[in-house]
């Protein structure tokens, strides 16, 4: 197995996670903010997708898939379309409200798709190239497709953390 394989792998894994958060979910603990201030789940699956496709369309050139199929429109938050989630205050964080929690499921897919094909056109090589040089030492492509992944992961993570607090709730393993 080479290293783009074990990327494509764990690209995958934030859209099962997100599946079975969201497995039943009810609209009201979809959105719940605990204390009126802390991100609700359906904000931390539509960040970990925001922001996966944004660093994953800069690196690959091309246009987030929030713009390219759509989910601006499907999603009609009231938001700015660049929004993606990174410095969102409490009032931010619930103006994202989504009717269907399958619209959270669809974009995660969709993103990971991308990243995954992304991927599958680099070379082993290409994971080496040096794409940000304001960091020290700098990040190579690799490293932040790792990054993305990792975020991607956290996030679904307190998501799933949340549903057991806010419903009683747990993956079953």
């Not at 764990?10 to 599946?19: L, N, Q, W």
């Not at 369309?57 to 499907?74: C, D, K, N, P, S």
């Not at 938001?79 to 103006?95: C, I, L, N, Q, Y």
């Amino acid at each position: 197995m080479d290293a783009r394989d074990v990327l494509i792998d764990a690209a995958g894994r934030p859209v099962d996670s997100a599946r079975q958060v969201l497995d039943g979910l009810d609209g009201d603990t979809l959105h719940r903010m605990p204390d009126d201030r802390h991100s609700s789940i359906a904000w931390l699956l539509w960040h970990a997708a925001r922001q996966a496709d944004v660093q994953v369309a800069e690196l690959a050139g091309t246009q987030e898939v929030w713009r390219a199929a759509g989910f601006i429109g499907r999603f009609a938050l009231d938001r700015p379309d660049d929004a993606m989630g990174f410095g969102d205050s409490p009032e931010d964080v619930a103006k994202v409200r989504v009717d269907d929690p399958g619209l959270l499921t669809a974009y995660l897919e969709a993103v990971f798709e991308a990243t995954t094909t992304y991927v599958r056109g680099l070379t082993e090589a290409d994971l080496d190239d040096i794409v940000d040089r304001r960091w020290d030492p700098p990040v190579t492509r690799g490293v932040r497709l790792v990054s993305v992944i990792d975020d991607a992961v956290a996030h679904i993570a307190q998501a799933q953390y949340l549903r057991g607090l806010l419903a009683d709730w747990s993956i079953g393993y």
